[in-house]
């Protein structure tokens, strides 16, 4: 049986005098695709191109709770960690030990032994990286719902957040306490991220959805929607790392924010699939449940102009048709 490397904590060392290791916490589909990208950086570097994002070479761990992981992470060339975000006894090994930490775990589900307005795992991630010497820097993975409804308004970092689901008020709390480790001297960046989308995630298309025939909004009904592709989330999570500016937010989304059933259409068409019907909002009350009404229920244009003057970061598909195509 292998046996999991056990770190000692680096806190004791200046942190000029540590070698870089990058966290992830909640490696999943997004995670694998940072160490992808940051892979394809240190290549692109050996043979004489300049980083997108300007990372040094680093070592990747990634915490995990589930042991049927490990080899899948390793095979990745990322150290597994054993550890439950849900369990903080067993975080402590974390203390002291990453230069950069990307969190991209999600808050507990309603439902959960917690509070259901507040996200118990980032707060004890944050507890536990306080404990010795704090990283370097912290990315957050948040959402784009803590606006709430924005009647399809323009919408840019700096508006006030108004949460109006559980789901999204346990974001704007984990935001709160990234946040407070911010002001414990750690450069901490909030990524704010509309729809995940890329051909090769699992549930990463509407070609499902359009085969089955679910119905979207009529047109004078419907919503604002703006999405990014998975691998350029990947690219701006490795810029934030290294460009991100302290206590700052950033809108990782593409530049064509589009109505939802448009969405649907265009992806219809490329499948060659018929539209989805259209509904009135009074009769997709009636029709559709409530966690699809309430992806229904918020529009907004998300402003990214931090994310490509900030970060610096060029979109590999700015827009969704680009990255739709791209199988």
Known sequence: MQRLAIFRPMGALPARFRRARLLIVG????????????RSEV?????????????????????TSSPQRVAELRAQGITPLLGNLDAP??????????????????????????ACWSDPRTEALVRVLRLRTPPRALVYASTSGVYGDCAGAWVRETRPLAPATARAQRRANAERAV?????????????????????????????ARLRKGTPALAPQDDVFTNHIHADDLARACLAALWRGRPQRAYHVCDLQPMKMGDYFDLAADLYG???????????????LPPLLLSFMSESRRLDNRRLRHELRLRLRYPTVAEGLRAR
């Open 273 to 287: 699939l018929p539209r989805p019907p259209r509904l009135a909002r009074s009769a997709a009350q009636e029709q």
């Open 43 to 63: 290549v692109g570097a050996q043979r004489g191109a300049t980083p997108q994002a300007g990372a040094p070479r680093l070592r990747v761990l990634a915490l």
């Open 179 to 207: 946040r407070h480790l911010g002001r414990a001297g750690v450069r901490t960046s909030i990524l704010r991220i509309p729809g995940i989308y890329a051909p090769d995630r699992a549930g990463g298309t509407p070609e």
């Open 27 to 38: 490696c999943g589909d997004v995670g694998l695709r940072v160490v992808r990208a940051l």
């Open 89 to 114: 006894a067993t975080l402590r090994r974390l203390a002291g030990l990453a230069t950069h930490v990307l969190h991209l775990a999600p808050p507990p589900a309603a439902g959960a032994a917690a």
